[in-house]
């Protein structure tokens, strides 16, 4: 049980928790407001009755005073001897003047004598009472026997206050031992007069009873109802007396209510307010860690102070994770494709490997028919250059990954770059292969060198044709170069008529280990790297390679690269001289390991008419310039097998000192230099090799 409470609390909202709060604080106040005001009006009631009792008696007392005077002189004028013999000789002289005075003397509005039978004597009266007689004849007997009555009357001109006595000797103050010789009556009328000096000494308000316009409910006064009532005791009428109670109980009150409204208020504002503040930012963050949406997160923003915070922590939360979500999409796309790669590294290295090791086993054999045993080697050594090639492939991705490639710019004929790589790519093409492979120059022609990194543009382009050769079984291979002036850009575009690439792979193609995984692909091999490694360099270059293919008619690759002119060139031009007149038998001798290299120095070398006589290694060229004194001229590549075109020319300088070397090299960095002028070289020419460079070094050697 108390197990399913706290749950319900701990599943409670912080907002329910607030107003439930809010509420049991309401109830508290509401409680203690009932309990003031039950206080304040108890207290009220109470001090009422208490007044109210105190007032009746001051009343009582009041009256009792007010009549205090009339009673003693109507009861001091009526034992006197002259108003005894007033009554029997009915005197009016006497009266008018010892009696009449009185009128004035005790502010009364009527007095009046009567004998002893009733009968009316003499009266004076103020002009308030005009009716001449109206005691009634009941109050005589009454009268004599009580000697004095205060009583009541109703008259035509209202209600009146009657003192009335019986009159005796002087002989007797008491009354007691002479019998009444006759009655005396003083009238008061009961009018505004008469009310105002009670009201002035009591502060009270006094009228005639009227039921309809009391309120005995009213707390605020105190009220009594004095009973008028006649000789014989019975009600003719009542005085209303009122005073007002000076103790306000009806501010307290007020003070209450406005207490209590401003509570009502402050609860609908802090109502408002606890929504603003807490159930709103707090059913963003709900939202927001659903759906991570953005809007909720701008809400948030706006509601200020913590929740700011919060909203920016939110923000770069969800984009740590979106970061992470792309890192861990990668990591497995990585994995699979490091998986697929590995598939086919294996594949790709135990290809060549197996011929290898299956080919020198054969080679093994004496018996072995030399045109056979040539052939095995062929198998032998391309399957060495494969390893490489895969090798190579390696260690260029980890250098692009590691940032260790820079480009090089140098200074570069780009119509003789072109071709150089058309030419080179020609003899890779199998001899069985039935396709037309071109190469459509520029439409614009550039007068001047341009500056790019001819090493890297090489190959990519190579790389391209190199592709569109594998994947083309029979058709075209088309490769296409333009320059644009305006923007300085050179587009090469390759284009063939092969396999195609189903639309899905065109974006994946250029990432690293993919290959369209189809049977051709598999049949002719490769770890999907080229394109990948391409797709950098061309980056690297500033430019950008497109892809566009449609399975089974062919793709074209394309790619544009910025370049810059070469300014420093044309200076260098200028001094330069052509070919000196020379013998058409002069020879020279290429050292070159690389055939693709040497047929392109056999063929510039035939244009211009030498002869050629080649060396795979250096220690071959060392052999044929001792074999054939009549050698005008050595082209020496640096990096050889067996013997390094440094060591070839220090022993060639040692046998002929006049004989012109020129180192050709793929590497240009300054100690290189410095060692090419060391070894006694008489100069160098970088590759790819630049035709019109190469013979003007010719020329002034030579000169
Ligand atoms: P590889 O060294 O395996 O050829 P690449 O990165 O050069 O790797 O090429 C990746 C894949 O792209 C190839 O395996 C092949 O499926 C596809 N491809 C590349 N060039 C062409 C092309 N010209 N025609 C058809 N498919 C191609």
Not at 295 to 317: C, P, Q, S, T, W
């Amino acid at each position: 049980m108390r197990r399913k409470i706290l749950d319900k609390v701990s599943a409670a909202t912080t907002y329910s928790k607030i107003i439930t709060l809010l509420f049991f604080f309401s109830i508290g106040f509401l409680l203690l407001f009932a309990f003031l005001f039950y206080f304040i009006f108890n207290q009220e009631k109470k001090f009422h009755t208490h007044a109210t009792a105190q007032y009746n008696n001051e009343v009582k007392a009041l009256f009792n005073l007010n009549s205090e005077a009339y009673t003693s002189v109507i009861s001091d004028i009526t034992y006197w001897d002259e108003f005894v013999s007033f009554i029997h000789t009915r005197n009016l002289n006497w009266f008018n003047t010892s009696i009449a005075n009185f009128i004035d003397a005790y502010k009364v509005d009527y007095i009046a004598s009567y004998d002893l039978e009733g009968n009316f004597i003499t009266k004076v009266s103020t002009s308030k009472i005009v009716t001449p007689k109206f005691i009634p004849q009941a109050v005589f007997k009454e009268l004599y026997n009580k000697k004095f009555l205060k009583f009541y009357l109703k008259i035509p001109e209202g209600i009146v206050e009657v003192y009335g006595a019986t009159v005796h000797p002087s002989s007797d103050p008491f009354k007691n031992k002479t019998k009444p010789s006759g009655y005396f009556f003083m009238v008061r009328l009961l009018d505004s007069n008469y009310f105002t000096n009670l009201e002035k000494i009591s502060s009270s308000e006094i009228a005639f009873f009227d039921p309809k316009n009391f309120n005995d409910k009213d707390l605020s006064k105190t009220a009594i109802e004095y009973n008028l009532n006649d000789f014989s005791g019975q009600k003719i009428g009542s005085l209303l007396i009122e005073r007002k109670i000076n103790v306000d109980f009806e501010t307290t009150k007020w003070l209450l209510f406005v207490a209590f409204f401003f509570f009502g208020i402050t609860i609908v504002v802090y109502l408002y307010y606890a929504k603003k503040w807490s159930l709103k930012p707090l059913n963003l963050i709900k939202e927001i860690l659903k759906t991570s949406s953005s809007g909720a997160i701008r809400e948030l923003k706006h509601v200020k102070g913590e929740f700011y915070d919060i909203a920016n922590l939110f923000e770069d939360n969800i984009y740590q994770k979106k970061q992470l979500e792309i890192a861990k999409k990668r990591a497995e796309e990585s994995d699979l494709l490091k998986t697929s790669f590995l598939t086919n590294l294996s594949h790709e290295i135990r290809t060549p490997m197996n011929a290898i090791i299956g080919f020198t086993e054969l080679l093994k054999n004496d018996q072995l028919p030399s045109a056979e045993k040539e052939e095995y080697m062929k198998v032998i050594h391309d399957s060495g250059d494969n390893l490489v090639s895969i090798i190579d492939d390696l260690v260029e991705m980890s250098k692009i990954d590691t940032n260790l490639i820079k480009p090089n710019f140098r200074s570069t004929d780009l119509d003789a770059l072109m071709e150089s790589v058309f030419q080179a790519n020609k003899i890779s093409i199998p001899q069985d292969k039935e396709l037309e492979y071109k190469l459509i120059n520029s439409s614009v022609k550039l007068i001047k060198r341009i500056i790019i990194d001819d090493v890297k543009f090489s190959e990519i382009v190579t790389n391209l044709i190199e592709n569109a050769i594998k994947f083309t079984k029979k058709g075209f291979v088309i490769i296409t170069y333009d320059v644009n002036l305006i923007s300085k850009t050179i587009t090469v575009t390759v284009k063939d008529s092969g396999v195609g690439i189903p639309k899905e792979f065109h974006q994946s193609i250029f990432k690293r280990f993919n290959r369209v995984e189809n049977d051709f692909a598999i049949e002719v091999g490769g770890l999907g790297l080229g394109l990948s490694i391409a797709n950098a360099y061309v980056e690297l270059l500033g430019g950008k390679m497109h892809i566009q293919s449609e399975e089974n008619v062919g793709s074209t690759f394309s790619f544009t690269v910025p370049f810059d002119f070469d300014t420093e060139y044309d200076k260098l031009m200028e001094g330069m001289k052509d070919l000196p007149e020379r013998d058409d038998d002069d020879i020279v001798l290429i050292a070159e390991d690389d055939n693709i290299n040497f047929m392109l120095f056999e063929k510039l070398m035939k244009n211009q008419k030498f002869r050629i006589i080649r060396a795979n290694n250096g220690a071959e060229a060392v052999k044929a310039v001792t074999e054939n004194p009549s050698i005008d001229l050595v082209l020496m590549d640096i990096k050889m097998p067996i013997m390094d075109g440094y060591e070839a020319t220090v022993e060639i300088k040692k046998l002929r000192p006049d004989l012109p070397v020129i180192a050709q090299t793929a590497y240009s960095s300054s100690e290189e230099i410095e060692k090419i002028k060391e070894s006694g070289f008489n100069g160098y020419i970088a590759k790819p090799i630049d035709k019109t460079k190469l013979f003007n070094l010719i020329a002034s050697i030579l000169s």
